[in-house]
């Protein structure tokens, strides 16, 4: 079974988190990039790779914020990332909960902007599409309301059902334990951009549910080394054509 996390891996949506995290820390309500140092959007992508929760966008804003001026081409180590999560004084579940909101505010002032500034990957997304949205199944830290808008505006009707999704706190983890009790298969491959999703579900992946295949997104939201890491745990590193010969089967 093939499940496919949604941002970064079927559509791009780094412009619109840049903009929501910045939405989020400053609280205003910008509907375009333009509105935004352009050196702090560019720190922001160059380091976006780190975030694995939605919740912890706004941390790396605020960090961004204090330092676009001075480290410009700065890329921050796992150990410096990390210091930031810890000095957080807002719970994860409350951070979540903020960028979602301020992610609904700018649909309802502008959906279509909102729209905008997402673009699906070609030719993945065509694929997907001929595909049929009843056999795709997304595991993702996305909200799942967000996720069938853009879906259904660029023409893939995908069942509610089928999105497994980070509302009210939900995990990837506890989400994949409920795809098994839905599917029950024996071999689950599971395609992220993002390296540390990828180890966290293998480490926590029960053996009795079957077999996990990590398999990372060459074309997303990568840092400078997440393939070379990705090669030397044994896991494997897919582009788009390689997903797009996977769906013939």
């Not at 499940?3 to 205003?28: H, K, Q, R, W, Y």
């Not at 393939?227 to 054509?241: D, H, N, P, S, T």
Request: with cysteine.
């Amino acid at each position: 079974m093939l499940i496919f996390d949604f941002d970064g891996v079927m559509i791009n949506s780094i412009d619109e988190v840049t903009l929501t995290a910045f939405n989020t820390v400053t609280d205003c309500l910008h509907a375009s990039l333009d509105a935004l140092p352009a050196h702090l959007t560019d720190l922001f992508k160059r380091n976006r790779f780190h975030v694995q929760p939605a919740g912890d966008q706004p941390l790396l804003m605020k960090w961004c914020l204090e330092h676009y001026r001075t480290c410009q081409d700065k890329i921050l180590t796992p150990a410096e990332y990390q210091t930031i999560l810890n000095e957080a004084d807002v719970p994860l579940r409350d951070r979540t909960t903020l960028f979602y909101h301020k992610r609904r505010q700018l649909i309802i002032a502008d959906e279509a902007a909102w729209l905008s500034i997402h673009q699906p990957y070609q030719p993945l997304w065509s694929a997907l599409v001929k595909k049929g949205g009843h056999r795709i199944v997304i595991l993702t830290n996305k909200d799942k309301d967000p996720l069938r808008r853009l879906c259904l505006h660029h023409h893939l009707d995908l069942p509610a059902e089928n999105i497994y999704s980070g509302d009210d706190g939900a995990t990837k983890v506890n989400n994949f334990k409920k795809i098994h009790s839905r599917f029950g298969c024996n071999n689950y491959n599971y395609i992220d951009d993002s390296l540390k999703n990828l180890q966290e579900l293998e480490r926590t992946f029960d053996k009795e549910l079957g077999r996990f295949s990590p398999m990372l997104a060459a074309w997303g939201y990568i840092g400078p080394d997440s393939i070379a890491q990705a090669r030397a745990l044994g896991y494997r590193v897919c582009w788009q054509k390689d997903i797009i010969r996977h769906l013939k089967y």
